[in-house]
């Protein structure tokens, strides 16, 4: 598969239980509040199951000591400092992936960051223009949790599977949205994507307010929506 280049009453709680909007430092564990995190050697991806070789060892480490940070005009995230792996920015061409799926998650790009290890993709990060979040849905497991934080003006979503595992996650600034691909057709370890997740950062500031990310996720979404921004032991 290849993706293409080139979308009342909780309310008060959604506005009167807030916490501080983070700024200018890496999203923590704590930051992602106390949803479920699974144990470092929980769960594959069915990709990550069949991977061999150097893919295969590194789809297999949750933890690595030394990372690196790529950065550009557009975004800064680490990776893993590991001989094999590599970034490459591509704009003009399909970026291949492993596996089939059933999906309607926008996977269009004006440019993508793709990591890869001895010529296979690891994990791809897209960049468009966005005006919002994807909401769009992949039958490979269900997300049952996200978590919105804002940093620096821009919109943040974390989307969980029931185990606690993180499947997508995505930035929202000024006018564009840099998504990472699904965990679950992905060769890596869930606690990599996880801390890649983490550190990654549009680099342009957005206009976007926690009051009015809050607002517009209830409208969008309703009561559901809303429990994303909630701390343990959130009071009115």
Partial sequence: MKLRQMN?????LAAFCLPVAILHAEISEDDLGSFTRPAIEQGKSFVAERAKGVVGEIANTGLFQKWKIFEDDKVRFSYPDHEAITVEVKRDEPVPVDGDRVSDVDTSFSRAYRITADGETLLVLMLTEADWLDDGICLCG??????YLVRNGNLYRFSFLENGILKKMQVLGDGERIMMFEWTHLPMHPAVYRQIARSLVLKKGGAWTEADCRKRVYERYGCEGVVGWFDEGSTV
């Fill in 8 to 12: 009342t009453s909780c309310f008060l």
């Fill in 142 to 147: 269900a997300v049952v949790y996200d978590r």
